[in-house]
């Protein structure tokens, strides 16, 4: 169990953001899957009806710079002539059942929980946007009601425009 919760957690470093899609580069599904990455592409290009564009793309130069830049365990990929294939939660659970070995089935579990968790914490985080949002438009209102005391207590506290007249009687001299 401990091994699990370590693994999912260097499963969870590992994903990351391309196209506005969480996804996994083909070096770290190598890697996870106990394969070389050559080997995973062979499969992945046997079988290549398994993997339409919504479970697995190619990235552009400016996408394989940017994920080098920002990944530092990927600093292998600088180098490399080929542009890495970036795999979503479907493409990485499709690998297992291509690669069909004990490692990539027992992995493909783990990296399955992992976008669970993701998912999870992604909704967690609407939440609480959502929550916070409403809290500042209550904190707006309170704060025009606010506004309009102070406007009354200054309303109040202000002289009235014209002179008052004195009260009592006056006697004609």
Do not use: W
Request: hydrophobic residues 40%; contains cysteine.
């Amino acid at each position: 169990m401990n091994q699990q919760i370590i693994m999912l957690g260097s499963i969870e470093q590992k994903i990351f953001t391309v196209r506005n899609i969480k996804v996994m580069i083909d070096a770290d599904l190598a890697e996870i899957y106990g394969v070389s990455t050559k080997r995973l592409n062979e499969q992945v290009k046997r079988n290549k009806e398994r993997f339409p564009e919504d479970f697995m793309f190619q990235l552009t130069k400016e996408e394989k710079i940017e994920v080098v830049a920002n990944c530092d365990h990927l600093e292998k990929l600088k180098f490399s002539t080929s542009l890495p294939y970036a795999f979503t939660e479907h493409g990485a659970i499709m690998l297992a059942s291509v690669l069909n070995t004990p490692i990539a089935v027992q992995t493909s579990i783990l990296i399955v929980r992992a976008f669970i968790k993701l998912r999870e914490i992604m909704s967690t985080h609407k939440e609480l946007v959502y929550k916070l949002n409403e809290l500042e438009s209550k904190f707006e209102k309170h704060d025009k009601d606010i506004q309009l005391i102070f406007e009354a207590i200054r309303q109040l506290m202000m002289p009235p425009d014209k002179p008052k007249r004195k009260i009592g009687f006056i006697a004609d001299e």
